[in-house]
């Protein structure tokens, strides 16, 4: 009998399941395309489905595998959640022995399991009593019709300490799922157990993973007195903020078709832009953008924009972009907004958020706009020369050295420009300041 591997594998059409990553080219017997694995210029990577075991190789960066493998290595999954997908994705059940032998793919059942159920609970929660609720009316104010409240699958958590704790009591194992998910939160009382929900009175924000599952929750109060403005979901063994992008799952076919993502801030202005027809957006969850979201992103795209508003935000947003251009084989532009606006307001009431977005400037143009200005308004030679190697030890800090040369190369044009140097003169002031 064939193993769940075997079945799994034998049932995929690998041509199919990459294609959906890579643009892929018939040739001959084969299929050729631009490997994902590396910075690849000119089509690499060969997929062979002609033989018994259908595989892919990259004959510049030596990346080869199946089916699982390309899951793994694109996806970056473990080998059992990729063969999980791709079960999913092909209608076959496995067997359950991998569930049974891996207490780990247990757990994250019995989380992926109670956090759908909150999610349908805070789902019924938003629309029960629909004419009096202050949570739908909020939304509605805010300009979000019905449609993207279902796309997003927006929610209610009520006014009450135990609107989920109450449906779980007498439970002992849902409990212990709810508190490990970050639902219910515990207190003892009199020696005894006492357990009430973290979330109440909030507008509910499900956060999904790249597939569309549920696997956290973003929460904005309702009542704006209460602190905090915002609260997320634990981290557990489903949901890390660092490696999660809100709104990703639905965005990501535009941002591999029109290979750019934007990256904004917010849940409101992600739903706000989906909604305006602008749907390659996708927003951080109440952190910095990192290496893994950039690499999560590189896959789909070329080019990140990061939308802030206000000029301090962009300068630090200008730093951790250009930490993440050095790092990541993608490029990483700065959009600041003017005082006061958002992307939700541009968007859904004046329309100028494309506009502003594409007159964004890459993360070094805008840092060394800055230095220009510091240099402008400084008088002394001195003066100037410590402003260009504060600027040089800057981009020292943030990863310089770990760049490719040709990437180094940009950098020297961008400050030869600045300074009218030549680009070996650049180099060398480079080679002292930050070796």
Sequence with gaps: MPTDIERVRDAVDLVALISEYVDLTPKGREWVGICPFHDDSRPSMCVVTHRENEFYHCFSCQASGSCFQFVQDHLNMSFVDALRFLAERTGIELSGNINQNDDAQVERKKLEKAIKWAS???ADSLNKDAANNVALKILHDRGFTTESIEQFNLGASPDSWDFLASQLRENAERINTALLAGLLKEKGRDGSQHVYDTFRNRLMFPICDLFGKTIAFGA?????TDEPKYLNSPETGLFSKSKTLYGFHLARNAIREQKKAIVVEGYTDVIACHQSGVKNVVAT??????????????RECNEVVLVFDGDDSGQNAADRAIEIFFSTPIDVSVCVLPEGQDPADLVLKTQDFEDLVSKSVDALTFKAGRLAEALSNEETTAGKEKHVRTFISDLSNLGFSKMSNIRKQFVYEHLGNLLSMPLEEVAKIFADIAP
């Design 120 to 122: 349908e609970q805070f």
């Design 220 to 224: 904005r109060r309702i009542n704006e």
């Design 285 to 298: 969850l109440g952190t910095a953008f990192t290496k893994d979201h950039a690499s999560i992103l590189a």
